[in-house]
């Protein structure tokens, strides 16, 4: 019975330590800090947004201005300007490479910013619209001279006359597949056709001319084969 009445006695909570009232009491004041953090956060976060609706909305009614820098500032406080942007219906955009650095800019929609205008801007350049159409100008004109180079290329490309014509003496008149068929010897040329060069003699016609000369070199020795070959002169 004591070993049963000792166990349940162990088992049970001990009453807290000093050192345990002191953790506890660190625990309830941290979160009363971050509950209060929080809550300041959000009530500035509330008031900055306030601020910005009153600016964008004395920024849409001033007609002499049709777009807003903005000086740097955080992602919290460039998110809330975004958003309150488009409730107004403005188109908006964050510029600049470092985060510290980065800015927004508002557009009427009036004034909505060119692709090259937008990128002046990333690039951390000052947008001149004189420069500007400057540029495009010089770029049209580029872009004509090159289609008037390539243009002029392919003339001076093109043959000024008719192969056929020019050689019309070599390959004749007519297509070039008949031609093939139909060419003519030309001595001028020395172009012999295949057919005069073939051997009209027959088998038989051939070797009996073989056959002549062979006893013909049998008979003369010194290979004389004249009308007076085997005589000699007195």
Known sequence: MADLLGSILS???????????????????????????????????????????????????????????????????????????????????SFGEDEECRYVMLFKKESAPTDDELEAYRKGEEWNPQVAEQRRRLKEQAVLEEAASCQTNTLEASPSSNYRDKYSHLIGTSAAKDAAHTLEANSAYGCVPVANKRDKRSIEEAMNQIRAKKKQKLEDPTGATGPNAGSSHS
């Open 11 to 93: 088992s049970m909570e001990k009453p807290p330590t000093v050192g345990d009232k002191e953790s506890r009491r660190k625990a309830r004041e941290q979160a009363a800090r971050l509950k209060k953090m929080q809550e300041d956060e959000k009530r500035k976060k509330a008031d900055f947004r306030k601020k910005m609706e009153k600016e964008v909305s004395d920024f849409i009614q001033d007609s002499t201005q049709p777009k807003r820098k903005y000086a740097p500032m955080g992602k919290m406080e460039r998110s809330i300007l975004h958003d309150v942007a488009e409730v107004a219906g403005l188109a908006s955009f």
